[in-house]
């Protein structure tokens, strides 16, 4: 099986980049083996702090954000990062050819059930000049590489450079990330759906109507079943989707109407879209294909629904 390094090397990425997602991948590492020690070490709890989204930092939130931070401040090819932790962006080498966009943990409310976690990221080109969360304002259809780690029963990093995608497994013996699976395709079709069903009745009319019909199964208009599964980290619902398909979505709702969605765009939906999309499914707002939404500002939310490409298309009819 190829190594992470020998098969970057191979795909013909230029070397900087493969730089920056080796240090991306190493720190991941690092990561799995602190969210391993789990009470062991101390790091399960909150921190006593909030994030600019004023949710509670749990200490995990903060350890492994800053362990990416040093990690990028260290490499030299980042001018700049922008992370769900970090209320403003923060300016690193001058001279950086990227900007990065973290989520360092993905499914906060799993850490102290020992549950699902992981790591979210996502690469755009630093434009020329000083650096400003102005930079950071480019559709997701700019990034040059996304991807997350999985820290479950096995750690897997699930990654694009825009030539397919690629799901490497960390090796416990070695500390190589070895390739499993290489061009990953989501099936087109599926039975299979992940919503948090007890917000259902803040959904907008269509989503409601859609998932009605779902849970209709064989006697409703789709004239079939449906399951469902739900992780509570978007990192699991995703990494299922790409393993053998379905359809994730956080919707929009009213059950905060100063917050109509959940997930953010920059660091959580775009890599996750361009993830889905490398790997032939679709990623929609529900109006727009997420990778073409022009951002705003760094913590902004979208709403999301991404899968198999034929399930997208059914739900998004529910939309017109
Ligand atoms: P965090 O970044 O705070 O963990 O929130 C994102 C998330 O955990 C997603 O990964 C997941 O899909 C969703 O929130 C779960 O939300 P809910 O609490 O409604 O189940
Ligand atoms: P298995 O023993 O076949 O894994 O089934 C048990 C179980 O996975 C259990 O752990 C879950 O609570 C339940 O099945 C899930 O059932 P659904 O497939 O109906 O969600």
Same mark, same amino acid.
């Given at each position: 099986?190829? &190594?992470?390094?020998?098969?970057?090397?191979?795909?013909?990425?230029?070397?900087?980049?493969?730089?920056?997602? &080796?240090?991306?991948?190493?720190?991941?590492?690092? #990561?799995?083996?602190?969210?391993?020690?789990?009470?062991?070490?101390?790091?399960?709890? %909150?921190?006593?702090?909030?994030?600019?989204?004023?949710?509670?930092?749990?200490?995990?939130?903060?350890?492994?954000? /800053?362990?990416?931070?040093?990690?990028?401040?260290?490499?030299?090819? %980042? @001018? +700049?990062? +922008?992370?769900?932790?970090?209320?403003? #962006?923060?300016?690193?080498? @001058?001279?950086?050819? !990227?900007?990065?966009?973290? /989520?360092?943990?993905?499914?906060?409310? *799993? #850490?102290?059930?020992?549950?699902?976690?992981?790591?979210? !990221?996502?690469?755009?080109?630093?434009?020329?000049?000083? %650096?400003?969360?102005?930079? !950071?304002?480019?559709?997701?259809?700019?990034?040059?590489?996304?991807?997350?780690?999985?820290?479950?029963?096995?750690?897997?990093?699930? $990654?694009?450079?825009?030539?397919?995608?690629?799901?490497?497994?960390?090796?416990?013996?070695?500390?190589?990330?070895?390739?499993?699976?290489?061009?990953?395709? #989501?099936? @087109?079709?599926?039975?299979?759906?992940?919503? *948090?069903?007890?917000?259902?009745?803040?959904?907008?009319?269509?989503?409601?109507?859609?998932?009605?019909?779902?849970?209709?199964? @064989?006697?409703?208009?789709?004239?079939?079943? !449906?399951?469902?599964?739900?992780?509570?980290?978007?990192?699991?619902?995703?990494? =299922?989707? $790409?393993? =053998?398909?379905?359809?994730?979505?956080?919707? &929009?709702? &009213?059950? /905060?109407?100063?917050?109509?969605?959940?997930? =953010?765009?920059?660091?959580?939906?775009?890599?996750?879209?361009?993830?889905?999309?490398?790997?032939?499914?679709?990623?929609?707002?529900?109006?727009?294909?997420? $990778?073409?939404? +022009?951002?705003?500002?760094?913590?902004?939310?979208?709403?999301?629904?991404?899968?198999?490409?034929?399930? %997208? /298309?059914?739900?998004?009819?529910?939309?017109?």
């Amino acid at each position: 099986m190829q &190594t992470l390094s020998q098969s970057l090397k191979q795909s013909g990425i230029n070397d900087e980049l493969a730089k920056l997602i &080796t240090v991306l991948a190493n720190t991941s590492k690092d #990561i799995s083996q602190a969210v391993r020690h789990g009470a062991l070490a101390g790091v399960l709890g %909150v921190a006593g702090t909030e994030n600019v989204q004023g949710e509670d930092q749990k200490k995990l939130d903060v350890i492994t954000n /800053d362990m990416l931070k040093d990690a990028l401040a260290a490499q030299g090819s %980042v @001018k +700049a990062l +922008a992370s769900e932790e970090e209320d403003e #962006i923060v300016p690193l080498s @001058k001279d950086g050819q !990227f900007l990065v966009c973290f /989520d360092p943990l993905d499914g906060s409310s *799993n #850490i102290d059930i020992n549950s699902l976690v992981g790591t979210i !990221f996502s690469v755009l080109p630093a434009p020329s000049g000083d %650096v400003s969360e102005q930079s !950071f304002l480019q559709s997701g259809r700019k990034q040059v590489a996304a991807g997350y780690v999985l820290y479950g029963p096995s750690t897997m990093l699930a $990654l694009t450079t825009g030539k397919g995608v690629q799901l490497y497994t960390l090796d416990p013996v070695s500390g190589d990330y070895l390739l499993t699976v290489d061009g990953v395709q #989501i099936s @087109k079709d599926t039975g299979e759906f992940a919503i *948090n069903m007890s917000n259902q009745r803040f959904w907008e009319p269509g989503m409601q109507a859609y998932i009605a019909d779902l849970i209709k199964g @064989k006697e409703g208009p789709r004239g079939k079943n !449906f399951n469902m599964r739900w992780i509570a980290a978007m990192v699991g619902d995703v990494h =299922r989707v $790409l393993c =053998r398909g379905g359809l994730f979505t956080y919707p &929009t709702d &009213t059950k /905060d109407p100063k917050k109509p969605f959940k997930l =953010r765009l920059m660091y959580e939906a775009n890599p996750m879209a361009f993830l889905v999309e490398q790997a032939g499914g679709k990623a929609s707002t529900g109006y727009e294909t997420i $990778l073409d939404v +022009a951002p705003s500002e760094i913590h902004q939310r979208v709403a999301v629904i991404l899968g198999s490409a034929n399930e %997208v /298309d059914a739900c998004l009819g529910y939309h017109k």
